[in-house]
């Protein structure tokens, strides 16, 4: 009885631990991300008077939480009908984030809060830089004409400044990319590849 009372707790404890533990990443590499804070934080005004470009981006490996958070800030969905936390023009929101790390290249899947891994031959650490994350934009220019993109990702830029700001995290937006690469690496074409922003988490 003793020992049908103790694999009784065991099974239950084992039922708990798999059902509190998320699983992280997939056998094809793909990451879930955990559920982005959206609260507290830095207050606004304060983050606005302490942005600023800082290059000095190297730093520690990111949390999937620091990620998860991030890149909601950046662009994420907060509203039932999709709508984002940055605007974009006709609402087409066609800024696409991919995640650089010393662990690989992702693309960000905003509605299933997920990270994609992309298979590259492509050796990316050269755009990496010694930095912990690099974002980079790219949109589809099937879906906006690229003046807008230009300014759609501009605002996207901003709210990953301003949230990095609130990290105290150095960070820099970038033009200086290595275009083509970066979209042989993504399979787009090079001019849709818009900035990149290395992130140092300190
Ligand atoms: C569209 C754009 C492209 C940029 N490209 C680069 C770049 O390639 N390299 C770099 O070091 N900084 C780049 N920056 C950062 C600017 O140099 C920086 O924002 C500017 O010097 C003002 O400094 P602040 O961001 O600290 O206010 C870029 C900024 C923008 C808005």
Known sequence: MKTLFRTCCLAALAALTFAAVPVLAD????????????????PLLDALAARKSNRRTTGAAPTHQQLANLLWAANGITRPDGKRTAPSAMNRQEI???????????????????LEREETREDLSDQLNGASVMLIFTYDKDDQTPAYAQVDCGFVGQNAYLYCT???????????????????????????????????IR
């Open 96 to 114: 696409d984030i991919a995640v650089l790390t010393a662990e690989g290249l992702y693309e960000w899947d905003e509605e299933e809060n997920k």
């Open 27 to 42: 056998d094809a590499g793909d990451i879930r991300l955990p559920t982005p804070e959206k609260s507290g934080g830095m």
């Open 166 to 200: 609130s990290q105290q995290w150095n960070c820099v937006f970038l033009g200086s990319i290595d275009r083509a690469k970066l979209a042989r690496a993504l399979e787009c074409d090079a001019d849709e590849v818009l900035y990149g922003m290395r992130i140092g």
